[in-house]
């Protein structure tokens, strides 16, 4: 079985592809790159690609320049991740959306029979909006959840149960507990006494 490859149809696939992948990337670790930086990583991404796949090299040096170098270039300048710790976690970032959008790109083109190159370019960007959109919900989801706790108030032989917020946003702590301080509405206050 042989295989014909077309440098320029390889490093559009890998520029478009890339593009959208450090998008998201700079999205989920709240990196500082612009479009153009993003695009320059990408850029460096797919011809560093089509270098390892146009030239012959050993697989383990082939291994180590695809999967660390090349990566960490492109998170590096395509998402502004400086620090070793986000850049790791970038890198981290990049595999786990590339198994995601690989993933729901199989599914586009099995369920719609994609195989020309627009279709499955057009599959890519379809993937990137429904993860660029899908990301920022769930982290006001995942924020939510985290301030939100249901709590019993008893004043006076009276219980009340209401859903309150931890304030983290003054910094107040219980110097005993060394917990935020909770603050109730007046309202579920003369709620309790009331009643």
Same mark, same amino acid.
């Not at 149809?9 to 700079?26: A, E, G, P, Q």
């Given at each position: ?117 627009? /279709? ?19 982290? /006001? ?14 004043? /006076? ?39």
């Amino acid at each position: 079985m042989s295989y014909t490859i077309y440098p320029d149809v390889l490093f559009v696939t890998n520029l478009v592809m890339d593009f959208l992948l450090l998008r998201l990337v700079k999205k989920l670790c709240r990196g500082k790159a612009g479009v153009f930086a993003s695009l320059g990583g990408a850029a460096f991404g797919a011809f560093g690609y089509c270098l390892l796949i146009l030239l012959p090299v050993s697989f383990p040096v082939n291994t180590i320049l695809a999967y660390v170098a090349i990566n960490t270039i492109m998170v590096r300048f395509g998402c502004g991740l400086r620090t070793p710790g986000r850049l790791c976690g970038g890198i981290a970032g990049l595999y786990i959306a590339r198994f995601l959008m690989g993933g729901m790109m199989e599914v586009l083109k099995r369920f719609l029979g994609l195989d020309r190159m627009s /279709e499955v370019l057009l599959a890519g960007t379809v993937c990137y909006l429904v993860y660029a959109a899908v990301l920022p919900r769930y982290r /006001e989801w995942r924020k939510k959840s985290r301030i939100r706790c249901r709590v019993r108030l008893q004043m /006076e032989g009276q219980i009340t149960e209401v859903n309150a917020f931890f304030d983290t946003g003054n910094s107040l702590y219980d110097p005993i507990a060394q917990k935020p301080v909770s603050i109730i509405q007046k309202g579920t206050l003369e709620k309790l006494c009331d009643a």
